[in-house]
């Protein structure tokens, strides 16, 4: 019962701790360590004996390495072509900076001994998509940075998990008392073989692997239904047979594994993509909360004010020495620079092996491995609590992102939406238009309205559309069962809150039997608005208006003073744009510009409102 029990309360507080990281906008890994650490050695509720058995270094792995593969499927290569450069250097150049600055650091700090700091250094290498991937959906940085971020977080985690098993295994070479003396050969040897056979292996393994995969997948050999579960075993034998080839080869192998499903062509990978993200999720929760339980106060004693010292010279002068070592002859501006040395939390890869790594030194030197742990977890808790609550201010001060992006991406270009797109703009409100229609795409830009041709369910428009400044997803497309799907398909990058959806007739906004409610975004503005009846108001001659009351007033005593049936849709306050919805029931305040669509001719007091919209653009409207 105690297993079952403390089975749930992981699942509980794994899942809790990311839903309160999401409520308050607050970095996930800080809460999951946090709440492991009081469930396990603090109050004893995890039993940590239960949390140390021969299943943990296998599960904890295999986790990893399903998470990395995960990673890998956000990789396109075709971002890869702008931002080669950095992103080689930095997972090469930048990984040897890091590790020899990094284990300087340690050894100067901590006290350990050669061999540990070098084994700590490497570790302290990783950050890690788990880390990054949201902290960068969080900022949306302008430009190619964020590709640049992305590709480094995803990619150099199985690069530092290699280096930092060979370190391992060198360390374990020269302290095995049934081999003589190996010397520098012997190790350097030692080390180009297990280097080979890691990328040898990952290489053969992942291909082959993914290649199966894609040929299963693309020749139907099996349902639908089985196409996750199926895609989930190749992940784990891929990984299996390249840790049989070389240790911790599997993690470069998953990766490699994710890039290869990711970019070919031949069967769709977004129910995969969606898959492994909620998977994603539920492993995060657990591998923290499962590492953080298991550990004893007692280790604790060997972290004080030298650890922090040590996670300082890691901000402020490693990482940063790395990235212009590393950005030298790229181009990349100082801005750019700048955001990036800013950017380099710990993350799961990192906890997990400093985990793992104890299980084998304890053989050889049980004090190091009581110290390598508590000294990582407290550098990864130092520095995703310093980069996730100061880098998306950081990138807003830089010009590299908005802090509080308020601008709206439209789906559908239609005349009517690109008329209401350009009265925002008038108002400063960053507006993006996306249609599969070329005609409506020139037209719109002829207006002065940013346009894009996209395929609005293709899975790459996520990555080829540049969302920095971009809080709201308004969808106005007239089939809702295609308007349902790039709502959900655009839920990887907008919160729930932030997607509205317009039905394409007012008659089924809320008729029995209609799409699922769970598949669609917030209904817009009143309970008749409609692709359709939108469309046909603005034929008949409405115009977008905009009013600014002098004291708070409700949108009834609004249509009562304007004597006209008016259609709130907008409230721009302070700079932060507000979409009237069926959830949204805002009153406007002194100040406010509300934006509402009314008859000209009709409105009884023109003196309170001004127009939104020039004249050529309501006549390609009424046009059609």
Known sequence: MTILFSGALILVLGIGAQWVAWQYQLPSILLLLGAGFLAGPVFGIVDPALLQ????????????????????????????????????????VGVLVTWVLGAASVYGTEGFGLELSLLTGAILVVTGPTVIVPLLRQIRPKGRIGAIAKWEGITIDPIGAILSVLVLEVILLLH??????????GATLHVLKGLGLALGGSVLVGGSVAALLIFTLRRRLVPDFLRNPLTLTFVVVAFVGAEAIQHEAGL???????????????VPVQRIIEFKENLQVLLIGTLFIVLSARLDLAVFEHVGGQTLLLTGILVLLVRPVAVIVSCIGTGLSWREQAFLAWLAPRGIVAAAMASLFAFDLQAVAPESADALVPVVF?????????????????????GMADLNPQGILFVGA?????TVASALQRLGVTVQLIDSNPDRVQWAKRQGVPARRVDILSESVLDDLDLSGIGHLLIAIPDD??????????????????????????????????????????????EDASCKTLR???RRGDRLHVVEPDIPVSFEVLRERLGTDILPMFIVRDQHLIV????ESETPQPGDQVVFLARQNQIQDPDMVSSLVSTDVQQRENAG
């Open 53 to 92: 058995g021969d299943w943990l270094y296998p599960f904890v792995s295999v986790s990893v390495g399903i998470i990395l593969f995960e990673g890998g499927l956000n990789l396109r290569l075709k971002e890869l072509k702008e931002v080669r450069t950095p992103v080689r250097n930095l997972i090469s």
């Open 176 to 185: 095995d008392p049934t081999v003589s003396s190996p010397g520098v050969v």
């Open 252 to 266: 470069l192998t998953t990766t490699l594994m994710g890039v290869v499903v990711a970019n070919q062509e031949y």
């Open 378 to 398: 407290s550098v990864i808790v130092g520095t995703v609590a310093l980069y996730g609550l100061t880098a998306p201010l950081l990138a807003s001060r830089l």
């Open 414 to 418: 239609e005349g009517w939406v690109c």
């Open 481 to 526: 069962e295609v308007a349902s799907l790039v709502a959900l398909h655009f839920s990887e990058v907008f919160e729930t809150t932030d997607i509205f959806q317009l039905p394409a007739h007012a008659d089924n906004r809320y008729a029995e039997g209609e799409l699922p409610s769970h598949l669609r975004g917030h209904l817009l503005f009143g």
């Open 536 to 538: 046909d108001r603005f």
């Open 580 to 583: 009237l919805s069926e959830v």
